[in-house]
Structures are given as C-alpha cells and as structure tokens.
C-alpha cells in the first residue's frame, strides 16, 4: 500500500503529512460509559500510528519508519535540514510517539536532534478547540535554547489534525534570527480540519 504524501500548507517553508489517518470511520454507537464508539479504516500509515501511539504497541516504530524512509531520502528538502525538533506532546505517555519519530529520522539524515528545545507550557491541546478557539495555542509553546549557529530545522509531529500547535512552534522558532528555514513533517493527518 505504501504512503500518499499530502502538501501541509502554513507558515512553514515546506510541509507534508505522509498520508490520511483514517480512510473512513462509521459511528457505533455509545459504550456502557456514554462514549462514542467508531468502526475506522485506517490507512497503511493511520493503522501503524494507531496501534504505535494509543495500543502502546512499540515496535511499530519500526515499520513506521520504513514507510517514512524513502519519502525522506527523495524530499530534496532534506539536504538543508541541520537539526530535527519534535513537536512538543501535551499528553504525559510512557513513551511520546513523536519524540522517537523525529529521532529516527535524525539518525537516518545523520543531523542534530534534541526534544528539550521546544516545550509545552500549557496543558490546553489543540484538538480539544474549536477553530474559533486555536488562538489559545499562542503561547503554550517557548523555545528554550537559542541557536548558536544557522539552522535549517525540520519538526516533526505524529497527527496532523488543524496545524494550530505546529504554527505557534514555527512562530517562535522564527524569533531566532539564526533558524532559516523550517520544514514540517507529520506522519498522517485527518481527514477534516
């Protein structure tokens, strides 16, 4: 099956989610708590993500990599890029999803990665707002080292769902006047916005 890269349109330089997450998803009905309950389809990408970040299932890590490889090594993009930054999680996991994303794909372009750059410093998340309310995010994110070299930075993140929490970390990676330009990755994204 394979990935079916989507153009992520922002304030970045150049952005792409990998492929959709869901390919279709029918409602259930509610569980004995009330909760909504959903039949999904997943795309290759979605079901590796799924079962990786809310299964716990670890070592689809490997397999999501594989399926990110080759998209990167023929992203021309990637030639610039000098450092990888993950997006910062709001949630507090055993592991974070896009934590060891991104440091993989710095051991594959064999550049700097550091997950203590970025940090959340807020417990709001973005997928909880309506779109009216994403301007809650400004502010939740600080940069907590400035560079002390020019950089091309790529951030990495898992789900793209309103690009509200990779926008504020564009906007504050752009204060530094030593970041050049910034590329965005995500591994799938939904299907509305």
């Known amino acids: 099956?394979?990935?079916n890269p989507i153009e992520l349109i922002g304030s970045w330089d150049e952005g792409y989610a990998l492929d959709i997450h869901t390919i279709s998803s029918t409602y259930l009905g509610d569980d004995v708590y009330g909760h909504p309950e959903f039949n999904n389809e997943y795309s290759e990408m979605g079901e590796l993500l799924h079962l990786?970040?809310?299964?716990?299932?670890?070592?689809?890590?490997?397999?999501i990599i594989e399926l990110v490889k080759p998209f990167i090594e023929s992203w021309k993009a990637m030639q610039e890029v000098s450092f990888i930054l993950p997006v910062p999680s709001t949630k507090v996991r055993i592991y974070q999803p896009a934590q060891e994303i991104a440091s993989e794909i710095a051991s594959l372009l064999r550049v700097g990665y550091s997950d203590e750059i970025l940090l959340k410093v807020?417990?709001?998340?973005?997928?909880g707002l309506s779109s009216e309310n994403k301007k809650q995010i400004q502010g939740s994110i600080i940069?907590?080292?400035?560079?002390?070299?020019?950089?091309?930075?790529?951030?990495?993140?898992?789900l793209y769902k309103s690009g509200a929490t990779?926008?504020?970390?564009?906007?504050?990676?752009?204060?530094?006047?030593?970041?050049?330009k910034i590329f965005v990755l995500t591994?799938?994204?939904?299907?509305?916005?």
């Open 122 to 127: 807020s417990s709001i998340e973005s997928k």
């Open 143 to 158: 940069k907590s080292i400035k560079a002390t070299k020019e950089h091309n930075m790529l951030l990495v993140d898992d």
């Open 52 to 63: 990786y970040k809310y299964r716990n299932v670890h070592n689809k890590l490997n397999n």
């Open 187 to 193: 591994m799938t994204k939904t299907r509305k916005v």
């Open 1 to 3: 099956m394979g990935i």
């Open 166 to 180: 990779l926008t504020e970390c564009v906007r504050v990676l752009r204060e530094d006047q030593l970041i050049n």
